[in-house]
């Protein structure tokens, strides 16, 4: 059915776009000067269960705001 595989390919296009806004995002805050050097040491953090996931997301995004 064609309009199945239509909302097969809006579904993925939608997907692709996201995908790509995200990526794009987290290089930008890897290359950031404020929050870009903190990087290592947050996921440090984050590996060694002292940091939560989403605590270290909110530390890094409000650190280059």
Known sequence: ???A???RRATQA???L???VTEELLQRL???PKAGPLVPAI???VAAGSLSPRA???LLIETEE
């Open 1 to 3: 059915d064609s309009g």
């Open 5 to 7: 595989l239509k909302a």
């Open 14 to 16: 939608r997907e692709a």
């Open 18 to 20: 996201w995908a790509e």
């Open 30 to 32: 890897r290359k950031a």
């Open 43 to 45: 996921e440090a953090r």
């Open 56 to 58: 270290a997301a909110q």
